[in-house]
């Protein structure tokens, strides 16, 4: 959704493509993006249709994204992952990119936040 004020991006279900920065090239950053994180496993399967935490890291960069909410994980078994890896995966992947941890988060089912700057 583009909006004067408000950009706000979500992925659905996707591969990782060079088409990501080719969005943030054209599009600026983003305020807000929905980005999944899991059903990822076994990759000879789901790769075109599903991106890894880590890859969900790289569309945050690739789009600008200023902060990002992790989805699709854990509401029932559809892949190979265990239940919490994807969450696991995210927080290493941030980790690794030397991101502030509250850049890219994920929520508790049913949980929500609100930020004075949201």
């Given at each position: 959704?583009?909006?004067?004020?408000?950009?706000?991006?979500?992925?659905?279900?996707t591969g990782?493509?060079?088409?990501?920065?080719?969005?943030g090239?054209?599009?600026?950053?983003?305020?807000?993006?929905?980005?999944?994180?899991?059903?990822?496993?076994?990759?000879?399967?789901?790769?075109g249709?599903?991106?890894?935490?880590?890859?969900?890291?790289?569309?945050?960069?690739d789009?600008?994204?200023?902060?990002?909410?992790?989805?699709?994980?854990g509401?029932?078994?559809?892949t190979?992952?265990?239940?919490?890896?994807?969450?696991?995966?995210l927080?290493?992947?941030?980790?690794?990119?030397?991101?502030?941890?509250?850049?890219f988060?994920?929520?508790?089912?049913?949980?929500?936040?609100?930020?004075?700057?949201?």
């Amino acid at each position: 959704m583009l909006h004067p004020d408000f950009k706000f991006f979500f992925a659905g279900d996707t591969g990782y493509s060079n088409g990501f920065k080719l969005i943030g090239d054209k599009f600026g950053y983003f305020n807000l993006a929905a980005l999944p994180i899991g059903g990822y496993a076994p990759r000879e399967i789901f790769s075109g249709a599903h991106i890894t935490p880590e890859e969900a890291v790289n569309i945050h960069q690739d789009i600008s994204a200023q902060r990002s909410i992790g989805i699709h994980w854990g509401t029932y078994v559809l892949t190979d992952e265990p239940y919490n890896e994807p969450v696991e995966r995210l927080r290493s992947a941030i980790t690794k990119n030397n991101m502030d941890p509250n850049e890219f988060i994920t929520l508790k089912h049913g949980e929500s936040t609100i930020t004075e700057n949201s």
